[in-house]
């Protein structure tokens, strides 16, 4: 079973509706024991991250995220709030990846919003896709770059488009928004061996 945990953020429906075009069940919940029990976890989010943070400590959701060993996909907000710090708030996060997230200088419109390719690609979530291939953003913040970076995106400066640790992937791009590319990308995690 897929699990897309619920919780305090938006774009949840979106992504439900795109793992189910795809031929895959899946709950949306914050039930524990399900999440628990899941093959694969996405974690998506659009809004806004100390109230999201919030959210995931008094219900222990963010020690539950940690504790999980299946293939985890943390989507726009869900990869702000998998790095350590965001500046959105001065919020601490879940510090699974060893980045900070830092407001867009103002040197171009922000948020950052439409369709950008990606380069440095390295990952098998990205099988099959090209540097050339465009993915949709809508965002403000961005996660630096880090030796966990596995695509980076060049808007304003170069930022993590997307990163991986151990069982953990996050894109800051949406794939269930990014049409067949984000498709394929999200078939490629669907796909995993766990």
């Not at 039930?31 to 996405?42: C, H, L, M, R, T």
Request: glycine share 6%.
């Amino acid at each position: 079973m897929i699990v897309i945990v619920k919780y305090n953020a938006g774009n949840i429906e979106s992504v439900k509706n795109a793992v189910e075009r795809l031929g895959f069940e899946c709950v949306v919940t914050d039930n524990p024991d399900e999440i628990i029990n899941a093959d694969k976890i996405i974690f998506p989010g659009v809004g806004e991250a100390g109230s999201a943070m919030k959210y995931l400590r008094e219900r222990k959701m963010d020690e539950l995220i940690l504790s999980l060993k299946q293939p985890v996909l943390g989507i726009c907000l869900g990869q702000q709030l998998m790095c350590k710090h965001s500046e959105e708030g001065d919020t601490a996060c879940m510090g699974i990846f060893d980045a900070t997230v830092k407001k867009f200088p103002p040197l171009d419109t922000v948020p950052h919003m439409g369709w950008n390719n990606l380069h440095a690609v390295k990952s098998l979530l990205f099988a099959g896709i090209n540097e050339t291939d465009d993915v949709y953003f809508v965002h403000s913040y961005y996660a630096e770059k880090c030796s966990e970076t596995i695509a980076l995106c060049d808007y304003i400066l170069p930022f993590s488009a997307a990163m991986h640790k151990d069982n953990f992937y996050a894109t800051q791009f949406h794939p269930e928004k990014s049409a067949g590319v984000g498709e394929k990308i999200l078939l490629n995690f669907l796909n995993m061996k766990a």
